[in-house]
């Protein structure tokens, strides 16, 4: 649907399903149709569709390793996946529930119709994650299930990941009642992060998943000659019941290569950028057909890798984030494939909640002085009371003097009084040989511990001194048990600073002493500085086109509008979360906690926001994070409407506002529909990105009921098709003109808008309607361009018929080249409550044929039915028994199929149009 029939609303959601919103949602251009709280026990998860029913994820991950979380009281609950009916969107129900192990989450689900030998029917996937101690004791892995059934979901089978770990006489995961020690072996499934699902083009039903990090372990069992597996797993599940694991990547010398690298230490899995270095695999991506995964790699980008042979996946290519940017945090964490205008593209969603650009600046002495890379505490960016930040603080700055005061826990000798100013700790006991200063130590504490006890000693500001293998400062560090401080609440600002600075500011201010004393040698330098906060920038959405794979380049990035706001105004994370393609292709649905749900305009030069829908904020009933929106699933749901989840409030189905009523018109006529908004200009470059193409309902205002359901001829109200047509939109190169014939029916009156974009510029102008045959006028025109875009040979023309007292509107997008698409019809078919197509273009062009059924309401307003067909290689196309809504399955209508074109060889769109009545099979 494109944009400017949506009509922008701001509203107050009532309380469906019993739950009480502290603060009103906010919506623009997007409506709740349908909610449920899912139970109101909270920790909802991603949320997968297919057809009439949705699945939804549990729980939430800590904050170890790559992934971030709130300062709360997370103890990792048991939960359960629930199977939604959402048969009646209006009122979707909770139809069973699938248990989650203890100890685990359901990271990732997914739903995919399968058909094989061995199953047919809708199977969903569940990743299962470790969230607490307790989940290295039981078997995670991917469980699938058979969904077909909403009521009665049943086991089919699990992907036992790395079970080539375990030695043949280990006891199977469960068997003890006591954890094993770390040196004892257990047979348990490892933790999957994310899946996807695709069934191949030879039938073969492939799931992929994630394990980040895995290919960086060159962990071998004793006694086995097997080592890592790569971070993303392909699967063979053709037979659910016997998932087989047939390939992983990367393996071998296809690991990609770290920050800090030797020949001796290649640090697989660090990097360079943010105060979260990582490069692992960690969100799969199923192209069409399955010969083709994408791969997001937190900071090494998107990769796009190989499954000709799923056993043997390999590299294709890469799109990559500047690796020498410190301040940038890459962290490319989900991705979904996309196919709109003809291209391939991957949006790539970014897991950073981490909002301002920290740095320490010093002002002296010159041999430490200046602005350094800093990362701030996620306990003190997530701090409970809102206070605690650094950007909460005047100028967003904390100043003081800095002083060295050693390890800082708070059983330790403190090498200086921190009182009144800014402490500078070590993260943890450093050998002698390094550290002489302070000796004897035993034990640590968690970083939070530490600050709690230099806050209670006056501190106003902590620094820690980095010591992880990275040289670089890694803010989950900062976290303590259970991702929480262990000892009250905290009021200082806490950072991290990189191990090179960290040394350099240790020995300016505490010079290593003359043996055999400990504590500080003589020279000591009094250094006074700030700890600063700056705008930085929440995780966006990567838009990568990935036509060529071996060749991925980044097309776009966008962020929500509330991510632009510094500092953030509350507690609620305003990253992008993920994000998925509308059914069309033009558009996607971008999920982003608390910014909620976004539809963007892929077609835009500027990724533009075209809607929005913002939950209001709940209070998590675990307490666990704060009591704000926090939209993590997002998915096409079934008649144009959007599904989200929610982690406090439940789940929510959407859809496009409604046109808002005009005045009533006078009679007899009503008034001709309102002015549309200008199209966006194209910036120059060697290809005109595309606004939305193909046909879409313009405004017309709403008419008096007709005499009966499907509308009779001639009465009043009644509104005759525009059977618009585009037999050729070509450039004339030598000549500098467009050239477009366009059939129209012969009641269209007046002239049509046209708009035509090419080599950065986008010109406006009318053409007249003139006459035809008796049935038909035409539309036929030669209109000058400019030498650039005769040159490019191609372009995209609009052609925007308002409508008049007797015929309805209609606006057509398509691309204007000089090679025929040669589209043609075959059979056309309206039987029952399913419209089937089929026909073929030149087997040279590429996308998607889209079909546009446009029909009557019962009280007389156009409505209109789209769906697609994907080209095969041959150039042929079919739509097969596409569910139509029960008014045009009743009545029929008009029914218009495009091509909008093919830029790469310059294949023009090319448009058809029939009648077709309900029950009937036409061959034209």
């Not at 922008?8 to 449920?36: E, M, R």
């Not at 739903?111 to 607490?132: E, I, K, M, Y």
């Not at 606004?691 to 005499?707: D, E, I, M, Y």
């Not at 139509?884 to 209508?893: F, H, S």
């Amino acid at each position: 649907m494109r944009t400017r029939s949506w009509a922008v609303t701001v509203g107050v959601l009532v309380a469906v399903t019993g739950f009480t919103p502290a603060v009103a949602a906010q919506a623009q251009g997007l409506d709740v149709i349908g909610q449920s709280d899912l139970g109101g026990e909270g920790l909802n998860g991603e949320v997968a569709v297919l057809g009439d029913t949705a699945i939804v994820g549990s729980g939430i991950l800590g904050g170890s390793g790559v992934r971030s979380s709130f300062r709360g009281s997370y103890q990792c609950p048991t939960t359960t996946v629930k199977v939604v009916d959402l048969s009646t969107p209006s009122a979707p129900q909770v139809a069973s529930e699938i248990p989650v192990v203890a100890g685990a989450v359901a990271s990732d689900v997914a739903l995919l119709r399968v058909s094989t030998p061995s199953f047919t029917g809708d199977l969903a996937a569940v990743a299962l994650v470790r969230c607490d101690a307790r989940g290295n004791f039981t078997d995670r892995g991917v469980r699938y299930f058979d969904v077909s059934d909403r009521a009665n979901p049943e086991f089919l089978g699990r992907y036992f990941a790395d079970e080539n770990l375990s030695l043949p006489d280990d006891p199977p995961c469960g068997e003890r009642s006591d954890p094993p020690s770390n040196n004892d072996g257990f047979k348990c499934a490892s933790s999957q992060d994310q899946v996807a699902l695709v069934q191949r083009t030879d039938g073969r039903v492939l799931s992929l998943s994630t394990e980040p990090f895995a290919s960086n372990s060159p962990f071998r069992r004793a006694g086995t000659t097997e080592g890592f597996r790569g971070d993303l797993r392909v699967v063979d599940i053709t037979d659910p019941t016997d998932p087989v694991e047939v390939g992983s990547y990367p393996n071998g010398d296809d690991r990609f290569t770290g920050f800090g690298a030797t020949a001796e230490n290649p640090r697989y899995g660090q990097s360079n950028n943010g105060c979260r270095p990582f490069d692992s695999g960690y969100g799969p991506g199923a192209v069409p057909g399955g010969d083709q995964a994408l791969l997001s790699y937190f900071d090494q980008g998107l990769v796009t890798v190989d499954l000709a042979n799923p056993a043997m996946p390999s590299f294709l290519g890469q799109w990559s984030y500047d690796r020498n940017d410190r301040n940038l945090e890459g962290n490319a964490a989900y991705v979904d494939f996309a196919r709109t205008q003809g291209r391939s593209l991957a949006l790539v969603g970014e897991t950073d909640w981490i909002a301002p650009k920290t740095s320490l600046t010093i002002d002296a002495p010159s041999s430490v002085a200046g602005s350094k890379f800093a990362c701030e505490a996620m306990f003190t960016l997530f701090d409970p009371n809102d206070e605690a930040q650094i950007y909460r603080q005047p100028d967003s700055r904390v100043p003081g003097e800095i002083v060295y005061v050693g390890r800082g826990c708070p059983a330790d000798e403190l090498l200086a009084d921190p009182d009144g100013k800014i402490a500078f700790r070590d993260a943890s006991a450093l050998p002698e040989s390094e550290n002489p200063r302070q000796t004897g130590l035993t034990g640590n504490c968690s970083a939070s511990d530490a600050s709690k006890g230099l806050e209670v000693a006056g501190a106003r500001g902590v620094i820690v001194a980095s010591v992880q293998s990275s040289d670089r400062a890694r803010v989950q560090t900062f976290l303590g048990e259970n991702n929480q401080p262990t000892v009250g609440p905290l009021s200082t600002p806490t950072i991290g600073l990189d191990i090179p600075e960290s040394t350099a500011l240790r020995d300016a201010l505490c010079p290593v002493p003359t043996a055999p004393e400990t504590g500080c040698g003589p020279g000591g330098e009094t250094t006074n500085g700030a700890m600063v906060d700056e705008q930085g920038e929440w995780g966006g959405l990567r838009v990568v086109d990935v036509t060529d794979p071996a060749a991925p380049t980044l097309r776009g990035t966008y962020h929500t509008p509330p991510a632009q706001v510094f500092p953030p105004p509350d507690r609620g994370v305003y990253s992008v979360h993920s994000a998925v393609s509308s059914p069309s292709g033009d558009q996607a649905f971008v999920a982003a906690y608390a910014g909620g749900v976004r539809v963007v305009n892929l077609a835009s030069p500027t990724l533009a926001e075209a809607a929005s829908f913002v939950p209001p904020d709940t209070a998590d009933p675990t307490d666990s994070i704060p009591p704000k929106a926090h939209v993590r699933g997002v998915a096409a749901g079934p008649d144009g409407t959007i599904v989200i989840s929610d982690t406090n409030s439940g789940l929510y189905v959407l859809k496009a506002s409604s046109q808002p009523e005009p005045e009533p018109p006078a009679p007899p006529s009503p008034p001709p529909p309102g002015p549309q908004p200008p199209v966006p200009p194209v910036p120059p470059g060697p290809q005109p990105p595309v606004a939305p193409v193909g046909p879409s309902p313009s405004p017309v205002s709403p008419l008096p009921a007709v005499v009966d359901a499907c509308g009779v001829e001639g009465a009043a109200g009644y509104l005759y098709p525009a059977k618009l047509r585009v037999s050729r939109s070509r450039v004339l190169r030598g000549d500098r003109r467009l050239d477009v014939l366009a059939p129209i029916t012969s009641r269209a009156r007046g002239g049509v808008e046209v708009t035509y974009q090419g080599d950065g510029r986008s010109d406006t102008f009318d053409a007249e309607v003139t006459s035809g045959d008796a049935e038909l006028d035409r539309i036929r025109f030669q209109e000058s361009i400019t030498r650039g875009q005769a040159s490019l040979g191609t372009g995209i023309v609009t052609l925007n018929y308002g409508g008049d007292a007797d015929t309805r509107a209609e606006e057509v997008r398509l691309r204007a080249a000089s090679q025929r698409a040669e589209l043609e019809v075959g059979e056309l078919s309206l039987t029952g409550d399913g419209l089937s197509a089929q026909g073929s273009v030149t087997g040279r062009a590429e996308g998607i044929v889209r079909l546009r059924y446009s029909y009557l309401a019962p009280d007389g307003s156009p409505q209109v039915h789209l769906a697609r067909a994907t080209i095969q290689d041959d150039g042929d196309w079919e739509l097969a028994d596409d569910e139509v809504p029960p008014q045009l399955a009743q009545c029929g209508g008009y029914l218009s199929i495009l091509f909008t074109g093919f830029f790469e060889r310059r294949i023009r769109g090319e448009m058809l149009a029939y009648e077709l009545d309900a029950g009937q099979t036409r061959r034209p």
